[in-house]
């Protein structure tokens, strides 16, 4: 007969068997519903919307919104305590250099087609009016911006570019890959600085370069604002993290406290980048380097700073306006919608960035069965990742996303996804680990042959729609131009265009230009 005590003893030995047992069943339950998901998402992709038993499977969004919450729940899920990833130190000529190499030329295959399209929408003002005239670029470090932007490093690099590219846009297009291929580096000599591990660097950067979302930050001018800012955060952490020189000098902080500063005057994206530099190093175990905390500190220092000068600046935060109240729309977000735009939205778009409203073919249905497969296959096998990396990305990306919150409900065609350029770096490297958490290095180069396909089939439907809007504006301006129909307010042409920014802005000042080269002639 088993005392009350030793009963008691045995029960609570047995409570955390209980518990393993009880998320272990959570996680095949995920896997499964997962399954159907991937499955509906598919059949979504090939025929549209659809009737089974009775429920209409209209908005891929919704698949995607779910499927979204498995992964982050599989995620959680699925992290464990163990701490098996040890801290590294590289230099810039690494035994890495040539995995970076492959990463960066397989990113540009992907923009090729895209870099001699013409300009769209906002690109003609800001083409039009890039300057390296003194006076304005003095001023615009000192005066709010119209449209409630500051982003006077932004204003300087589009003066620069506008010497040397004028009106060319395929000059304008290569500078901005350019960019975004110093990116993808950034992010792969960061992860390798805090990891060490080849296999992760590539994923992370591969994601990143071929990302869906990522027309609207590279083929489109105006989105290049977003470039910078994540040029310049990933420069500031990567200067913190490197720590080639093993002697006690804080220059490399210094030097990171400027690029910070740079990359909050390029966008106010990049007031995110103490957190960002805070989950790199909670994540990659350097939390308790004197160099780290002094960067963080200051970096924190730096952002207060440079936000109460942009508060005296606005009279407020700036920003867009809110036509209904006449308030910037960061201070009228509701709790429904802003809890959407942090915990759900942003893991649809980044799972499944895809333009909706472009006709899908077969390879694009495919590509979406197969990486959401992948993605399961991963968390069936493997799937554990240290709860020391998995917390702190999730706060990263969540903290990212907070700037621009009031942007972040991006519809099916994921226009506007360029606010989660700098908060997919989280994302990307959490697929990193996903991938090293498989066993075998060959499933590992497998997953993540699979992935890179995938993500390229989806950029380029995605680039298509681009390149197709920018040539139909193109030619929709030129005509407007000889026919002088600039005024007429029966001829102006839509907002956009099967989920691409058309003409939202931008349109006389195309039409100005256009005329003017046709005199030239």
Known sequence: ?????????????????????????????????????????????????FLIGGIWVRSPLTL?????????????????SCRNLKQGRITLFASGVVPLVVVLTIVSLGFIRNLNDPFLSDDYILVNRASLDPSLIASSFHTAGGDGSFRPIGSLYFGVIRTWAHLSPWKWHICALGVHLINCALLYLNTQALWSKTMLSCTAALLFGLHGTRPEVVTWTAGNFDLLACSFTLAATLCVFRQVNKSGSYAPVALALVFLIMAILSKESAYAAPVVALGFAMAGGRLRDRKVLAFLLSATLVCVIMFAYRWSLFGGPGGYIDTATGRPQILSLHFVSTAKAIFIRPWAIFLFPLNWETPTDAWVAVALLVSSGVFLY???????????????????????????????????????????????????????????????????????????????????????????????????????????????????????????????NGFSECVTMKREQWLQR
Request: net charge positive.
């Open 378 to 504: 991963v968390f069936w096998v493997g799937g554990s990742i240290s709860t020391r990396v998995v917390l702190p990305t999730l706060a990263m990306i969540i903290v990212s996303i907070l700037p621009a919150i009031h942007l972040a409900l991006i519809g099916e065609s994921v226009l506007g996804s360029r606010v989660l350029y700098l908060p997919s770096i989280g994302f990307c490297i959490l697929c990193g680990h996903l991938v090293i958490s498989v066993s075998s290095p060959i499933l590992q180069r497998m997953v993540l042959g699979a992935l890179t396909i995938c993500a390229g089939i989806v950029l380029l439907h995605n680039l298509k729609t681009w390149h197709a809007a920018a040539v139909l504006a193109d030619e929709v301006c030129t005509t407007a131009a000889h026919a002088g129909l600039v005024t007429d307010p029966k001829h102006l042409p839509p907002e956009t265009l099967r989920g691409v920014f058309f003409f939202k």
């Open 64 to 80: 995607e919104s779910v499927f979204g919450v498995i992964f982050l729940a599989l995620t959680i899920l699925g992290a464990t």
């Open 1 to 49: 007969m088993i005392v009350p005590q030793a009963r008691d003893r045995l029960d609570a030995m047995r409570l955390p068997y209980r518990l393993l047992a009880s998320m272990a069943s959570t996680r095949y339950l995920l896997l499964i519903l997962g399954v159907v998901v991937t499955i509906a998402l598919g059949a979504r992709a090939i025929c549209g919307p």
